[in-house]
């Protein structure tokens, strides 16, 4: 092929790489461990960190605040109670309907898809802090685990392999493949609901940049306290458990993630819905769940074993 021919074919592919995510490789090769970063391909995501910078220009309105609080609350359930409990690790069951609608509310987040995440959440309990996890902070140091590999050739292809389960529902794949769709429309909704309170609700002070701006600036604060899990909650924190990789339990870290921070818990017991053992390790997403399930929305908790419930150690059942 001509260099000519290859040219604009290279640049299709990295747009449409922007918005159709790894099922399909649609951009590179597949790259399997290969740690350089794509810097092209991680444009959008460092687009988002940039437009962080734009809120003195734009400014603030209790509205706007309001939105992006909701918005990060919303969507990090999405991420721990959808793309986590749910997708990686089977931890509770839901209908196909309610098993979509968590799908588009973590995808929402810009965290890629529900095969892609589920995927390399269950490579990293497979392989917890040992040469082959994504991401461990023991491994490659704290700043790969946190948003390193997140850029990474090889970490871009979403290993179907690992979630035949999920890649039987052809609504999961497609929201998989076009990962940035959800994304992009919810940017719209925010410009286009600030632009209507500009027109029809001068007072509340808001536009639809600013609406955008503090949409963007949800998203950034949602990607780092999400990836403070693979990052902080390998490193700092206490260790009930004598699990065999790094994970700790940190209140400070469950509270900003709704309850993952109870990771040094999670490693011991993965598939339990709920993550703090005890009655004072508060864990939102469990409890919104239970909520959840007392209106026959979600079913079949997987419950944490009772003898960990009660302080005993595995040794202890003995
Ligand atoms: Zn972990
Ligand atoms: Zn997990």
């Known amino acids: 092929m001509a260099a000519s021919d290859a040219q604009p074919s290279r640049l299709t592919a990295l747009l449409r790489s922007w918005f159709a995510g790894g099922t399909d490789r649609p951009y590179g090769e597949d790259g399997a461990g290969d740690e350089r970063i794509e810097w092209l391909r991680i444009t959008p995501f460092l687009l988002l960190h940039a437009a962080c910078l734009l809120v ?53 987040s810009a965290q890629r898809g529900p095969l892609w995440w589920a995927a390399h959440h269950r490579r990293h309990h497979r392989d917890s802090d040992s040469p082959a996890d994504p991401h461990s902070p023991g491994r490659r140091g704290l700043f790969w685990s946190h948003v390193g590999w997140f850029g990474t050739r090889g970490n871009f292809r979403t290993a179907t392999e690992l979630v035949p389960d999920l890649a039987r529902h052809r609504e999961l794949v497609l929201l998989d493949r076009y990962d940035g769709l959800v994304p992009v429309l919810l940017g719209a909704l925010l410009y286009a609901s600030g632009a209507l309170l500009a027109a029809y609700a001068p007072d509340l002070g808001t536009s639809g940049a600013q609406m955008l701006v503090w949409g963007c600036l949800s998203t950034v604060v949602l990607y780092h306290a999400t990836f403070t899990i693979n990052s902080l909650a390998h490193r700092w924190g206490t260790r009930r458990w004598a699990t065999p990789d790094d994970s700790r339990n940190n209140a400070l870290l469950a509270l900003l993630t709704l309850g993952e921070g109870w990771h040094n818990n999670h490693h011991h017991h993965p598939h339990s819905v709920r993550q703090g053992f005890r009655w004072w390790e508060l864990d939102v997403t469990w409890l919104v769940l239970r909520g959840l399930a007392a209106f026959g929305l979600v079913w079949d908790l997987r419950p944490v074993p009772r003898a960990l419930l009660r302080g005993r150690r595995e040794g202890d059942d003995a």
Do not use: C, D, E, K
């Open 56 to 108: 003195p220009w734009v400014g603030w309105s209790p509205v706007a605040v309001w939105t992006a609080v909701a918005l990060y609350l919303v969507r990090m359930f999405g991420i721990t109670a959808g793309y986590h409990r749910y997708f990686s690790h089977r931890a509770f069951r839901t209908s196909r309907a309610g098993q979509f609608a968590l799908a588009v509310l973590a995808n929402a």
